[in-house]
Every structure is written in structure tokens, then in C-alpha cells.
């Protein structure tokens, strides 16, 4: 595991609401080794393997209070794949200060901008509203994004949307053997069939047999900001999507 | 006595020793083809059917029978045992049902609550039961066996073996195999640090008869294969059920990661018999040879493989051979009399080593590093417990694999603890969760399943069926010359095991983790398969 930087710590306080608890960077660093050892087995090393689940995100669905993270690392959640674990109430505390910690754990290089001047950006200048608003269905909301992205993961889908796309938001392109060219949003797929929601927001359900072409774009829909936002611009942007932490 | 009486008391007599399976009646599998004995379909490991009713010209009509669901959201991975028209299967992770193969009814269930402390790696499951005259055998995941009456599912029997400790993460995820008048099993939790073994039981009181510690300790043949004191915590599970050759009087076994999983630094060696198959005589426990696929491995290559054991012709004479496709993404055909390896060549992208010499060793292996190395195949491999298929009528090796899978591993610290995870750093990889998804989003680049038809005789690839998503189902093979297996998608399919060609399928709603069966009640002949948390049991059409 990285070394977390002592600013970390600070971070980690001041960020976390539900914070009750200050953690040392030993804490961390002995939490990312129980995590690894452990947790990530199914959790996977982000902790988003488990569906519906970020353990990264700094909030959590059942519990609010580092104590209530604790207590389920501790004793499972019955009636799931989570179990019970024979760790020490500190050593459960350790695993929780790097799951408090690994969603700032980006920002130990990155320089913060004005919020303010990056929401007029969002909306203004950079247009990402248009297609990032809460109700649309073919890119992420954002509403929750600095709760479950680093600052650094952000700035990098800034300039470089195309380098790691989210698995729920891939576009397809299709071609039918009656000469019809569907696009769209890529829902599902099997050997037989694929799920789309096409370009009019049309659900759509394909059989494969019918289709003489079929891709999945690695280009992302959405434009670089690479030589669009200075440098400056993109710090704020960054900023203000860290202050979108949303509910969850 | 009566004559009535007496004709009474000979058909009760007659009908109450047809019902007993004798260990010969296992060694004669295929002359009951309506029964479906032990986990592999016969002692050999074929999966198998001799039932030829469904035909690849018949197949389209098949029609759903029934459908058991399981009060279970844990993985159905159990393969049914069937006897005389009544299914005996395992409802995860340790109830035993007994069900009408016709209608799906249950007879009975028994209920079994398991230590909350079991802790098996990858959910709570369990792949099947072994049957001995009137009595079903079954592993728990508290590292407990329990002998059932198969006729009410009373308890016969239930005892702690003996250092299979839930606490340090032993467990019995395994279908027990019979050998002559023994249970043979052995315990996962390769990836907490246990020392694995094998031990046979006897069936009529649970008392273990012998054991064979997969670790060899100190001062035994292979115990400075691990250093220091390594050894102890060196893993070599047992979780996937071996295969009995009656003529050489062996039993195979496959063995799982050496522990910690991906950091091999204190353990070095090449950790004997962890990645092996290891051939024991049955009377004694002892050891009478071994092949270890992956020296010293460092990405969890387990070779929890079922040994497949097939007469061929090999190079212009006779033959007896194991056919082994392993997690390292080599598959093998060796000499099951002496473990000589015949030939080993790659199913997938291998990128571990950079092939295998004369004898079969790995050359050329590379290690995790710190920064993290990207190695094909994937951490769950080129295939895995998935169970394969040989089939006498096309001579062909039928094997589940994943195509293109990598991940990144990063070697990170590991320290013993008991009862946690052993492994180092867990790896990262385009694969999604090993629980399966409902959906399927990914590139064809970041891997998928597919079928492979291998020929034993030339190593070569006879045909492929590649499948969009990834798979964890076995393979079945009927004398028909039907295949039939599943996916991550959720459909039951067969294709033509000669050539391949898809020639039914039918969504079943959850992801198939499990391999297929085939039994007959009177003329009928029925293929089940579990998916999701339900088996499903097919028959044509009336």
C-alpha cells in the first residue's frame, strides 16, 4: 500500500462528517493491510466488487457512524455473503480509517480550486450539465461523485474521458441485417442478445442472429477538456464535484 | 412360512438390496445408466451419460419438468446424486433434500446449521453427496461429515474430523468420493493458511481410517520444498472430488494454492504437493506418485481440477491417461500409472511462463512485483472446479475455459493470523466480481467463456464455443453425442459434441454454477441442471 501523507489525516477529519474517530497514518497503513488480507477478497481492492456497494465512498448504506462500520466488520451482516470477522475492536477501527481515508487518497497531490467558479464552469462554460444532469440516462448523474471518486480520478476523466470509462455507461453500435443502425447505451449482452437504450431513450433488446455488424465503442462520448479549461478551470471543476457528495 | 409370506419376505429382500449401492455397483456405473452414483457419473470422472433418449435430432423438444427451488441465496453448485428415480442434492450450505426426479416433490429435507464461524472463501456452498449402501455422506463447511439414511434422511452419524478447525478455516465444500469401504475427503481454506489433507472414513461410524497430509511435515519426502516453517500454513486444499482407477488400485487427487496466494517469499521452494495431483493407494493413504503443475505458484493456480481418467490410444499403443486442464491454462495428458507427463500445452493466453520443458516444469516463471504485473491467465484462471467432460464416442476432452483473462498482482505483505485470509496483495482484473453480475457490460478484450473440444490423441483444438460472458458451469456429455452445459448468462444449452453447433437452449434465470446430470426414470430419460438457486430438470416431450 502508498504511504498516505500526513495531510491525509487532516483530510480525512475534515471531510468525513461522520468522522467521530482521528486516525494516525499508522492506522491507515495497518488498515489497507487488513483490508488487502481480508475485505478485498470480496470486495475487491477499490471496494466496488460487491454490487451496489462503495466501500470508498465515505458513507456507507448501514451504517452512519464509524462505530456502526466497526460493528459490522465485527459481526457480519447476517443473512448476507458478509461474515463475521475475528478481528480486535482496534483493529476493526484500522480497517475503517482506510476505508474513511482511500476516498482523499487522490487528493494528497492535488491542489485545490474555487467550488464556487468550478459550478459556474459545470454549468456555463463547460456545458457538463447538458449531459451529467440528475435525470439522464446515458452519463452519471455526478450527484455523489466526490463521495465515491478521488480528485485526481476526476481531473483525469477530464482531459482524458476515453482512458477508464465506466462500465455502465459504454455505447454500442449495431447494424441489423435490414439495414437499420442502432446506438445507444449498453445495458446488457449475452451470446444471443444485447440490451441497449438507444439514441431516442428507446429500450431496446436485440438478437444477435439478426445483426451483421455489432461494437462497443472504447471512445468515450464524451469530449475531452484537455485545452478547453486551463488549468486553473479544471482545479475548480475538480473542487466542486468533490463537494457533490450527494445522498446515498 | 408361507409361500405368500415367503414370496413377500424375497421381494422385500430384493427390493431392499437393489436399493443398496455396493461399492461394486459404483465400480459398474455404466451398466445402471438411469442412475447418476457419485459426483462425476462414474469413478473415472467422465460426466458421462450412456442415456441416448435425447438425440442432437431430438434435443429442440426438450421441455422443462420441474423446477426445485432452493430457500438458499447461496451458489447452487451441487451436482445431484440419483438413485432409483429420487435426486438427493444439497441446498446450501449443509441441507440435504431428497426429491421425486419426475416432479420435483420433496420426500425429505434435512436441516443442518452450521457453525456461524465457517468462513469458506467464496460463499457458503457445497458440491455434493456420496452414496454407500443406504447411507448419503456429506462434508459441512464447519468441517464436520454427516452420514444420512438416504431413505429418511435421518441422521445416521455426524462427527468432527479430527483438526479441520472452523475457527483457522477449515471447511468441506467437496462431494465426498467412495472408495471401496471408505469416505474420502479433504478441506478447503487454502486461502486461510490451513495445512490441507486427505483422509478416508469409515462409512459405518466416521472414524478416520487413514490421512494424507497434502503439506508434508518435517522430516517426510517434500517438507524442505518449503522454507523455514513454511510448510505449516502451506495451504494444498482439497475441494473438488477425485477419481478411482479400480485396475491400478490408485485414487487421484487435486490440490490447491500453496498459502499466502500471491506472495511467495517466505515459502521458498516449490511447496510440494500444493498445484499437484498426487496419486494414493486407497488401503494404505500412501503416496504413490505426484505431478505438480505449478511449482512455487504465486497466482492461485489451484488444480482442484477433477482427474479425468481415460483409456486412449497414445502414440500407436494403448494407454492409461489422465487428461487434466488446469487453472494455470495448461491442459495435460499424463500416465496415470506412473504420473510421466505425455504432453501439456496451453487452452488460453499463459503468459506465467514461458512453457514447459521435457517433464512438464513450468520455465521461465515470472513473480508479482511491487508496482503489480499484469499475467494471464486471470487469478480464477484458464479454467477452474468447473467440471469437464470426456466422452468414450468422440475420444474428445470437453473443457469449460475462460478466453483472454488477466489481472494484475501485486506482491504485498502476508502474515498469518488464524482464521484470517492468507493471500498477500488480492489482485486486480477486468473481471468483475467472482459472485457474478446480472449484467454484462464488458469488452470482448477483457475476457469471456468458451467450450473447447480438445483431442487427447493430437493436443489439438477440434472446435470451440465461445460465449459472450464468462462461465463457472461444467460440462456433460450423453452417448448421444450431446453436450450440454451453462453460463454466467443464465441459459442451458447443448450443442453437438462433434462439432460444436448449438442446438437448444433455454434461459433458466440465474447463473449456471454447477455441471449437469442425466438420469431415467423408467424409459425417460431427464438432464437437471442448478442454476441460480433452483435445479431444473428437462425431459422431451411426451
Known amino acids: 500500500m502508498k504511504i498516505i501523507a500526513a495531510a491525509c489525516a487532516v483530510w480525512l477529519t475534515a471531510a468525513s462528517a461522520s468522522a467521530q474517530h482521528v486516525y494516525t497514518n499508522a492506522d491507515v497503513e495497518n488498515g489497507a493491510r487488513l483490508y488487502s488480507a481480508s475485505c478485498a477478497t470480496c470486495h475487491g481492492p477499490r471496494g466496488d466488487m460487491v454490487r451496489g456497494v462503495a466501500l470508498f465512498g465515505g458513507s456507507f448504506r448501514r451504517a452512519t457512524t464509524d462505530d456502526d462500520v466497526a460493528r459490522i466488520i465485527l459481526g457480519g451482516i447476517a443473512g448476507t455473503a458478509m461474515p463475521p470477522n475475528n478481528y480486535s475492536e482496534a483493529e476493526a477501527g484500522m480497517i475503517v480509517a482506510y476505508l474513511r481515508g482511500s476516498a482523499s487518497r487522490g487528493g494528497v497531490n492535488f491542489t485545490p480550486g474555487d467550488a464556487a467558479r468550478g459550478r459556474a464552469i459545470f454549468d456555463g462554460k463547460g456545458r457538463c450539465a447538458t449531459c451529467h444532469a440528475a435525470t439522464s440516462r446515458t452519463a452519471p448523474s455526478l450527484a455523489d461523485v466526490g463521495a465515491i471518486r478521488r480528485p485526481l480520478e476526476i481531473e483525469q476523466a477530464l482531459v482524458d474521458p476515453a482512458a477508464d470509462i465506466n462500465y455502465d455507461y459504454r455505447f454500442v453500435r449495431a447494424v441489423t441485417k435490414g439495414g437499420e443502425t442502432v446506438t445507444g447505451r449498453l445495458l446488457n449482452q449475452s451470446s444471443f442478445s444485447v440490451q441497449i437504450l438507444d439514441s431516442s431513450e428507446h429500450l431496446r433488446s436485440l438478437d444477435k442472429s439478426d445483426l451483421k455488424e455489432f461494437t462497443v465503442k472504447t471512445t468515450s462520448e464524451m469530449p475531452s477538456y484537455r485545452g478547453v479549461l486551463d488549468a486553473q478551470e479544471l482545479a475548480d471543476v475538480v473542487t466542486y464535484l468533490m463537494t457533490r457528495r450527494g445522498q446515498r | ?542
Open chain 2, 1 to 542: 412360512m408361507t409361500a405368500a409370506r415367503t414370496l413377500l419376505v424375497a421381494f422385500l429382500l430384493s427390493a431392499s438390496l437393489a436399493a443398496q449401492v455396493s461399492f461394486d455397483r459404483l465400480l459398474r456405473s455404466s451398466a445402471e445408466p438411469g442412475n447418476w452414483l457419485t459426483y462425476s457419473g462414474n469413478l473415472q470422472s467422465h460426466r458421462h451419460s450412456p442415456l441416448t433418449q435425447v438425440t442432437p435430432a431430438n434435443v429442440k423438444n426438450l421441455d422443462l419438468q420441474w423446477v426445485f427451488q432452493s430457500l438458499s441465496l447461496e451458489k447452487f453448485e451441487a451436482t445431484p446424486i440419483a438413485l432409483d428415480g429420487v435426486l438427493y442434492t444439497v441446498q446450501p450450505p449443509n441441507d440435504v433434500v431428497a426429491l421425486d426426479g419426475a416432479t420435483g416433490r420433496t420426500y425429505w429435507t434435512y436441516s443442518y446449521k452450521p457453525s456461524t464461524q465457517a468462513r469458506p472463501c467464496c460463499g457458503l456452498v457445497n458440491r455434493g453427496l456420496a452414496i454407500l449402501g443406504d447411507t448419503l455422506f456429506m462434508g459441512t463447511i464447519d468441517g464436520r461429515l454427516v452420514a444420512l439414511d438416504a431413505k429418511s434422511g435421518r441422521e445416521i452419524w455426524n462427527v468432527a474430523v479430527a483438526g479441520a478447525r472452523v475457527e483457522a478455516g477449515y471447511n468441506f465444500t467437496v462431494a465426498p468420493l467412495v472408495v471401496k469401504n471408505m469416505i474420502v475427503v479433504g478441506p478447503a481454506g487454502g486461502d486461510f493458511g490451513i495445512r490441507g489433507f486427505i483422509a478416508a472414513f469409515d462409512p459405518a461410524t466416521g472414524r478416520e481410517k487413514w490421512r494424507f497430509y497434502t503439506v508434508p511435515g518435517p522430516g517426510e519426502p517434500g517438507n524442505t520444498t518449503w522454507a523455514k516453517d513454511s510448510w505449516m500454513h502451506g495451504g494444498a486444499s482439497v475441494w473438488v472430488t477425485g477419481s478411482y482407477d479400480p485396475d491400478l488400485n490408485l485414487m487421484y487427487w487435486g490440490t490447491g494454492n500453496p498459502g499466502p496466494d500471491w506472495n511467495g517469499d517466505g515459502r521458498m521452494g516449490d511447496n510440494l504437493y500444493a498445484d499437484s495431483v498426487i496419486a494414493l493407494d486407497p488401503d494404505t493413504g500412501k503416496l504413490k506418485w505426484h505431478f505438480q503443475f505449478t511449482p512455487h505458484d504465486e497466482f492461485d493456480y489451484d488444480s482442484t481440477q477433477v482427474p479425468v481418467l481415460a483409456d486412449i490410444e497414445w502414440q500407436g499403443r494403448p494407454r492409461k491417461v489422465m487428461l487434466w486442464a488446469n487453472r494455470n491454462g495448461f491442459w495435460y495428458v499424463l500416465d496415470r500409472a506412473t504420473g510421466e507427463f505425455l504432453s501439456g500445452k496451453p487452452f488460453t493466453k499463459v503468459t506465467w511462463t514461458s512453457g514447459l520443458d521435457a517433464k512438464g516444469r513450468p520455465q521461465h516463471q515470472v513473480t508479482p512485483t511491487a508496482d503489480g504485473l499484469v499475467v494471464y491467465p486471470h487469478l480464477a484462471g484458464g479454467t477452474n472446479w468447473y467440471s469437464p467432460s470426456f466422452s468414450p464416442r468422440t475420444g474428445l476432452f470437453y473443457v469449460p475455459t475462460w478466453q483472454d483473462g488477466h489481472a494484475t498482482f501485486t506482491k504485498g505483505p502476508a502474515e498469518y493470523v488464524e482464521g484470517r485470509a492468507f493471500i498477500g496483495t488480492f489482485p486486480t482484473g477486468t473481471t468483475l466480481s467472482i459472485n457474478g453480475t446480472q449484467v454484462n457490460r464488458r469488452l470482448p478484450g477483457e475476457g469471456h467463456g468458451a467450450i473447447l473440444a480438445l483431442d487427447p490423441k493430437t493436443g489439438d483444438k477440434k472446435w470451440e464455443f465461445a460465449m459472450n460472458d464468462i462461465t463457472d458451469a461444467g460440462v456433460l456429455t450423453t452417448a448421444s453425442d450431446l453436450l450440454f452445459s451453462g453460463g454466467r448468462e443464465g441459459f442451458f444449452f447443448a450443442l453437438d459434441a462433434r462439432t460444436g453447433a448449438l442446438l437448444w437452449k433455454a434461459p433458466v434465470g440465474g447463473i449456471v454454477q454447477a455441471a449437469p446430470m442425466s438420469y431415467a426414470i423408467g424409459r425417460r430419460q431427464y438432464v437437471a441442471i442448478a442454476a441460480g438457486n433452483s435445479l431444473y430438470s428437462y425431459a422431451l416431450k411426451p
